[in-house]
């Protein structure tokens, strides 16, 4: 059974989000999975990347524990939101930070290819959006989720990458919201 890494991406923990990440780490650990459990909105680190990659910025203890949380397990669980065709900036900053070079990935002499140094872990995006899905595919093509599968952990060599997704959250009722944390429930059971 993989070792899990949930990462809660939303920097407000008291939205429905916390719920979805709750269950499917309780659902995980109940299947007798190994979990820990990373909120951002709990952390303490400065999300801005203030000189780019030029210039070593120390990364803070929180970051240094959240490496060592990634690296630990063979799976990751991203759940965030979707903002403005976006993850929220508390979200990115911390993929600034925290997925930097010589840890996340590695440049080969050169420059033209890299080593993917996540190799060997899975991840599960649960995605939520007040816009509905088929507007978000159609008219943004996915950019969120395809920004983080593709040009983030598979550029880092976590594959697969499998998204469930929530549309439709603001206009949501009871029990829908029932439904979709049933889901996280067994997606959670079946971790892979």
Same mark, same amino acid.
């Given at each position: 059974?993989? +070792?899990?890494?949930?990462?809660?991406?939303?920097?407000?923990?008291?939205?429905?989000?916390?719920?979805?990440?709750?269950?499917?780490? #309780?659902?995980?650990?109940?299947?007798?999975?190994?979990?820990?459990?990373?909120?951002?909105?709990?952390?303490?680190?400065?999300?801005?990347?203030?000189?780019?990659?030029?210039?070593?910025?120390?990364?803070e203890p929180d970051?240094?524990?959240?490496?060592?949380?990634?690296?630990?397990?063979?799976?990751?669980?991203?759940?965030?939101?979707?903002?403005?065709?976006?993850?929220?900036?508390?979200?990115?900053g911390f993929l #600034?930070?925290?997925?930097? !070079?010589?840890?996340?990935?590695?440049?080969?002499?050169?420059?033209?290819?890299? #080593?993917?140094?996540?190799?060997?872990?899975?991840?599960?995006?649960?995605?939520?959006?007040?816009? !509905?899905?088929?507007?978000?595919?159609?008219?943004?093509?996915?950019?969120?989720?395809?920004?983080?599968?593709?040009?983030?952990?598979?550029? +880092?060599?976590?594959?697969?990458?499998?998204?469930?997704?929530?549309?439709?959250?603001?206009?949501?009722?009871?029990?829908?919201?029932?439904?979709?944390?049933?889901?996280?429930?067994?997606?959670?059971?079946?971790?892979?």
């Open positions: 059974m993989p +070792c899990i890494t949930v990462i809660h991406a939303h920097p407000d923990t008291a939205f429905f989000g916390r719920a979805l990440s709750e269950a499917y780490a #309780d659902a995980a650990r109940t299947a007798g999975h190994e979990v820990r459990d990373l909120r951002l909105a709990d952390l303490a680190f400065d999300p801005i990347l203030h000189h780019g990659y030029r210039e070593i910025q120390p990364l970051l240094l524990q959240a490496q060592q949380d990634i690296k630990w397990a063979e799976h990751l669980v991203f759940q965030y939101p979707t903002w403005w065709g976006s993850a929220p900036a508390l979200f990115k #600034d930070r925290a997925f930097v !070079p010589g840890w996340a990935f590695k440049y080969r002499d050169g420059g033209r290819f890299w #080593d993917r140094l996540l190799s060997g872990r899975s991840a599960r995006l649960i995605v939520t959006m007040d816009a !509905p899905g088929f507007y978000d595919r159609l008219a943004y093509r996915a950019s969120s989720r395809r920004a983080m599968s593709h040009t983030v952990l598979r550029f +880092c060599g976590v594959k697969p990458v499998r998204v469930t997704t929530f549309a439709g959250m603001k206009a949501s009722i009871s029990a829908r919201r029932a439904a979709w944390l049933d889901r996280v429930r067994t997606l959670g059971t079946h971790a892979r």
